[in-house]
């Protein structure tokens, strides 16, 4: 078993709900943002490779991935930083396929493991034409991370769990990233569709805002993963903000949810 779903099931198994945070890569502190997830408590750390057209992403990571790339980042920088992280979690990249085709799969897939990219998010890449990326992912021993939408038929859920490793996203609403005042009812239904199919965790993002909507999400799914939350406490007040507001957000699901 990879790294990533070990990490993920160890919390599982131990009664909590896992958290994993997203953070934008090359934003200016995202490094100490990071080292503030872990020590928050998160179970992993998603970390964003900037790019031009980022159809997922609402206006907030849009803002943080600008910001990145005027400042220069690119894949291979932040991977460089990656490997000065020092920390105990796993880190997952989220990119575009863009990125991954310009490399080439197996080059790219040995960069991420020779950074110790545990994980890899590609939202853009469907199933269908996932297999030459997977195959070199897995020989690299990196988790391809596959997403789950709403809007997914009941026969084609339990392929996406089959090719799933480290954790199945499931994708809580149709649309972008962001902050939202409720958590969508989509979120849960979709994980409760996922759940039966499948014993790789199921964790719930996009939408999911704040502490009690990781609670709401969590009862159904095994955790959350928070991203325009967490990247707009980055922009706005820098890396302690984004490790208070994760230590809130561990805080409610361990109530909830104590790991022993």
């Known amino acids: 078993m990879l790294r990533l779903e070990s990490a993920l099931r160890a919390r599982r198994e ?11 890569g090359g ?19 998603e970390i964003g490779i900037p790019f031009s057209d980022p159809v997922m992403d609402g206006p907030v990571i849009q803002e943080a991935s600008q910001r990145a790339l005027d400042a220069g980042a690119t894949p291979v920088s932040i991977l460089n930083d990656v490997r000065r992280l020092d920390v105990d ?16 799969h197996e080059r790219f897939a040995a ?45 084609r859920l339990p392929r996406i ?10 994708v809580g609403l149709l649309g972008v990233t962001g902050e939202r005042a409720t958590l969508a009812g989509t979120a849960t239904a979709l ?6 199919l499948t014993d790789v965790p199921v964790v ?24 325009a939350a967490v990247v707009r406490r980055l922009l706005e007040s820098g890396a302690d903000a984004v490790g208070d507001y994760l230590s809130e957000v561990r805080g409610a699901l361990e109530r909830h949810w104590p790991t022993r």
């Open 161 to 170: 769990c089959g090719r799933a490793r480290g954790f199945v996203y499931s």
């Open 204 to 227: 719930v993002g996009v939408g999911v805002s704040n502490a009690d909507q990781a609670v709401e999400a969590s009862r159904v799914a095994d955790g959350v993963i928070q991203g």
């Open 89 to 104: 979690v796993p880190l997952v990249v989220m990119c575009y396929y863009n990125t991954v085709h310009h490399a080439g």
């Open 14 to 24: 131990a009664g909590g709900k896992i958290l994993i945070p997203y953070v934008t």
């Open 111 to 155: 960069q991420l493991s020779q950074a110790g990219i545990a994980g890899a998010i590609v939202p853009d890449l469907p199933l269908e034409e996932a297999g030459p990326w997977c195959e070199a992912a897995d020989a690299a021993q990196v988790a391809t991370v596959m997403l789950a939408a709403p809007t997914a038929p009941d026969d």
């Open 27 to 45: 934003l200016a502190g995202w490094q100490d943002a990071v080292r503030a997830a872990t020590a928050a408590g998160s179970d992993a750390i």
């Open 191 to 196: 994980a409760g569709r996922l759940k039966p």
